[in-house]
T-cell receptor, first 113, second 113 residues
Framework: SAVISQKPSRDICQRGTSLTIQCQVDSQVTMMFWYRQQPGQSLTLIATANQGSEATYESGFVIDKFPISRPNLTFSTLTVSNMSPEDSSIYLC??????????FGPGTRLTVT | GQQVMQIPQYQHVQEGEDFTTYCNSSTTLSNIQWYKQRPGGHPVFLIQLVKSGEVKKQKRLTFQFGEAKKNSSLHITATQTTDVGTYFCAGRAGGTSYGKLTFGQGTILTVHP
């Protein structure tokens, strides 16, 4: 199993500012992902965080808006840049090392005013 | 792109009644996973189904994967108040072995004591 921590757990931010969310895993994992879950909605994959290289973004998400770093096999950051109220959401870090389970962090609840 | 549809969106039951949620993919899946998210919590892995026609049971929960590997269901027998939460199916496209999951919209289960 993998234990995932995220910082911060929640934040209220002003429009136009940026927030960096940290994800720390207690063991080395093969793959790390960032998801977004808007209130009462399903989970949408933002990107796959690749160790030592640029993240792979899903359709509708771009690096300038959601820059991601993954310096090693246990840590990743997601930055939400130039925030607007539409970015208010829960951001979830997720990890997978095969063969089955994908683990999710507790999430970061972001409110943009 | 791949789409995963899940119904119903909401289900209200009396404690002791059965509950079923259905998941349908627009494309053939290599496997499907089910997650439970308690109110205010993060998704927690329940099970993965891989084989065509597979049926797995976990106590009162029965999971099925369709013969064509495009649909799945979760059935809970004799619901309890502890079953409250949102149940998500999540599929991996055919040929994809790593952790990129497409989530259904989820079914919110409410159990009245």
């Amino acid at each position: 199993s993998a234990v995932i921590s995220q910082k911060p757990s929640r934040d209220i931010c002003q429009r136009g500012t940026s927030l960096t969310i940290q994800c720390q895993v207690d063991s080395q994992v093969t793959m790390m992902f960032w998801y977004r879950q808007q209130p009462g909605q399903s989970l949408t994959l933002i990107a796959t965080a690749n160790q030592g290289s640029e993240a792979t973004y899903e359709s509708g998400f771009v690096i300038d808006k959601f820059p991601i770093s993954r310096p090693n096999l246990t840590f990743s950051t997601l930055t939400v840049s130039n925030m607007s109220p539409e970015d208010s959401s829960i951001y979830l870090c997720s990890v997978w090392s095969g063969p089955y389970e994908q683990y999710f962090g507790p999430g970061t609840r972001l409110t943009v005013t | 792109g791949q789409q995963v549809m899940q119904i119903p969106q909401y289900q209200h039951v009396q404690e002791g009644e059965d509950f079923t949620t259905y998941c349908n993919s627009s494309t053939t899946l290599s496997n499907i996973q089910w997650y439970k998210q308690r109110p205010g919590g993060h998704p927690v892995f329940l099970i993965q189904l891989v084989k065509s026609g597979e049926v797995k049971k976990q106590k009162r929960l029965t999971f099925q994967f369709g013969e064509a590997k495009k649909n799945s269901s979760l059935h809970i027998t004799a619901t309890q108040t502890t079953d409250v939460g949102t149940y998500f199916c999540a599929g991996r496209a055919g040929g994809t072995s790593y952790g990129k999951l497409t989530f259904g919209q989820g079914t919110i289960l409410t159990v009245h004591p």
